[in-house]
Each structure stands twice: as structure tokens, then as C-alpha cells.
């Protein structure tokens, strides 16, 4: 058992039910069509791209997220291709998705410089990339995001992964989040939205 299972396997939603913020204000900006979404857990973020329309793809590494993600899907009269994966062995297939999201999907430095680096490649063009990380100075809040900051990311760091998307939107804020019981409370975040072009 990995240690999502073991995080997911409550049966509350560690995160909750409804969708990121960030993400759900800036939904409208994704095309219609396939959207993969990296790190889905349980699928709050998932299944609310469902209920747009959009033919969703939760890719996690978590049996019992991917679970309880398709369990929703379900209740809300949705579907959403549970795809259990680890992205280090997650290859990108090209020009494929209207969209791609990554919300708080912290990885080591070099894992996340293979993700985001094939990111572009499997958009089509005019394709987004919606991504809320927590940055390092999130390590003195201590309300959520893995306590290492080489798991953490700065605007600095994802810009050169993202080189060839073109930047709509970029910027470190600290924001409120309010997502179940292991994001709660004042948050450092960088926030990126970026169209393929």
C-alpha cells in the first residue's frame, strides 16, 4: 500500500468534494474536449471537469483514490477513465488533450522537469495548462503541501519546464484555501496558466 492509499483510504475526502478554486475559476478557459488531470486523488477536480463536458483522464498513483474519485463520478451521474499511473513512468501521448491540470502535484525536481517538459507536446494546439503548486515559502504556514521544499515549486523554477507554452498567467499569491482537512487555512501558491501555441 502506498501512502496515498493509506491517506485516501478514510472514508471522508482528504481534500474534500469540491473543486479547486483556482481551478474552478479558470475552467471556462479549457477547451471542450480531453483533459487530463495529473494527480487526481479522489477526483474532486476531475469530476468537476466532468460535469462541463469534458472527457476526463484522473491519472494517480493511488488505487483507492482512483476509487473513491470513479465512486463520485457515479454519484453525480458523471464519468470520468480512471488511469492508475505513476508519472515516472507516464509517457505523453502527442496532441492529444484540450487541456492538462496539475493542482498541488508536488514532485522531485527532476520528475517534475519530465512532466512538464512533455506537457506541451500532448496539448493540441490552443490546448491549457492550469497549474496551483504551494512554493517554498509555504513551509512557514503549515497548513498543507509536502514539508520539503524540493517538492515545493517557485514561478522561477516551473518557467524554463514550461518554456515552449506561451505564459497567459504567472504569479506566486498567498490566498486562502479551504480544501478539506489537509489544506485549510493562509497559503503560499505559485499559479500558472499557460496556452499551447
Same mark, same amino acid.
Given at each position: 500500500m502506498n501512502k496515498w492509499d493509506k491517506i485516501f483510504g478514510s472514508e =471522508? &475526502? @482528504?481534500y474534500g468534494t469540491d473543486p479547486n478554486d483556482f481551478l474552478a475559476e479558470n475552467a471556462h478557459l479549457i477547451p471542450q474536449g480531453k483533459v487530463l488531470c495529473l494527480a487526481d486523488g479522489e477526483g474532486r477536480n476531475g469530476v468537476h471537469l466532468a460535469s462541463l463536458g469534458h472527457q476526463v483522464i484522473s491519472l494517480d498513483s493511488s488505487e483507492v483514490g482512483l476509487a473513491k474519485a470513479t465512486k463520485l463520478a457515479e454519484q453525480r451521474g458523471l464519468e470520468i477513465e480512471p488511469l492508475l499511473q505513476d508519472l515516472s513512468d507516464y509517457r505523453f501521448p502527442v496532441?492529444? &488533450? %484540450?487541456?492538462?491540470? %496539475?493542482?498541488f502535484c508536488h514532485l522531485p525536481p527532476l520528475l517534475r522537469n519530465q512532466v512538464y517538459s512533455q506537457v506541451a507536446q500532448s496539448? !493540441? $494546439?490552443?490546448?491549457?495548462?492550469?497549474?496551483? @503548486?504551494?512554493? $517554498?515559502a509555504q513551509l !512557514?504556514? =503549515?497548513?498543507g503541501g509536502p514539508p520539503i521544499e524540493e517538492l515545493l515549486a517557485s514561478l522561477e523554477s516551473l518557467l524554463p519546464e514550461l518554456? =515552449?507554452?506561451d505564459i497567459k498567467l504567472g504569479h506566486e499569491i498567498e490566498r486562502d484555501v479551504v480544501e478539506g482537512r489537509l489544506h485549510t487555512g493562509k497559503a503560499s501558491v505559485v499559479q500558472i496558466i499557460a496556452t499551447k501555441k
Open positions: =471522508d &475526502f @482528504a496532441n492529444e &488533450f %484540450s487541456g492538462v491540470v %496539475s493542482i496539448l !493540441k $494546439p490552443g490546448g491549457v495548462l492550469l497549474v496551483e @503548486a504551494y512554493t $517554498p !512557514k504556514n =503549515d497548513t518554456k =515552449d507554452l
